[in-house]
T-cell receptor, first 117, second 114 residues
Framework: DGGITQSPKYLFRKEGQNVTLSCEQN?????MYWYRQDPGQGLRLIYY???????QKGDIAEGYSVSREKKESFPLTVTSAQKNPTAFYLC????????????????FGDGTRLSIL | AQSVTQPDIHITVSEGASLELRCNYS??????LFWYVQSPGQGLQLLLKYFSGDTLVQGIKGFEAEFKRSQSSFNLRKPSVHWSDAAEYFCAVGARVGANNLFFGTGTRLTVIP
């Protein structure tokens, strides 16, 4: 079955350390997204990508970086510049690009919970 | 800019009772509308979506939602709640032009009591 795989499920970061969250999809979707979820704040968009080698900042991109070298993969790096990284991170993908994207639902992975040591 | 408001942070209902979760959106035209459900520690699962046409849409797990343009609302309903429906529910809006991502509400947590 096609889907989105996020790993690891739990991740711990030390002070000054960068950590990378993996997101892989085999749905042949063009667009991929990273969201951060904090209690009572819903989902906030970090970065998104509509095509390989291109990505756009979302609402809370500071302290994060991404790459999109392959269509299937959209890893998120939480850098040491992100001072409050403890959260639940969700990766999503959607079929279609441009104006055709709006009517396509996003499909989500099961998330990675990041905590500070 | 698009925005979504879910005014109820937490709702408690008895098993077998009916349910309505509220969602109001702000957008200059008719948006694409979605409801997602999230179980603890899990990702989001799509319940239903509205693009156009019939304003009452049916989804999975016995849920339905009604789009009311005059009220800018897209409320989620279920006639009889099951204990397994306990979860967090998110309403989301997507633009028909320009933007390529979804905007989510802050969620409503549903508790089901026996």
């Amino acid at each position: 079955d096609g889907g989105i795989t996020q790993s690891p499920k739990y991740l711990f970061r030390k002070e000054g350390q960068n950590v990378t969250l993996s997101c892989e999809q085999n749905l042949n979707h063009d667009a991929m997204y990273w969201y951060r979820q904090d209690p009572g704040q819903g989902l906030r968009l970090i970065y998104y990508s509509q095509i390989v080698n291109d990505f756009q900042k979302g609402d809370i991109a500071e302290g994060y970086s991404v790459s999109r070298e392959k269509k299937e993969s959209f890893p998120l790096t939480v850098t040491s510049a992100q001072k409050n990284p403890t959260a639940f991170y969700l990766c999503a993908s959607r079929k279609g690009t441009g104006l055709a994207q709006g009517n396509q639902p996003q499909h989500f992975g099961d998330g990675t919970r990041l905590s500070i040591l | 800019a698009q925005s979504v408001t879910q005014p109820d942070i937490h709702i408690t209902v008895s098993e077998g009772a009916s349910l309505e979760l509220r969602c109001n959106y702000s957008y200059g035209a008719t948006p694409y509308l979605f409801w997602y459900v999230q179980s603890p520690g899990q990702g989001l699962q799509l319940l239903l979506k509205y693009f156009s046409g019939d304003t009452l849409v049916q989804g999975i797990k016995g849920f339905e939602a009604e789009f009311k343009r005059s009220q800018s609302s897209f409320n989620l309903r279920k006639p009889s709640v099951h204990w397994s429906d306990a979860a967090e529910y998110f309403c989301a809006v997507g633009a028909r032009v320009g933007a390529n991502n979804l905007f989510f509400g802050t969620g409503t947590r549903l508790t089901v009591i026996p």
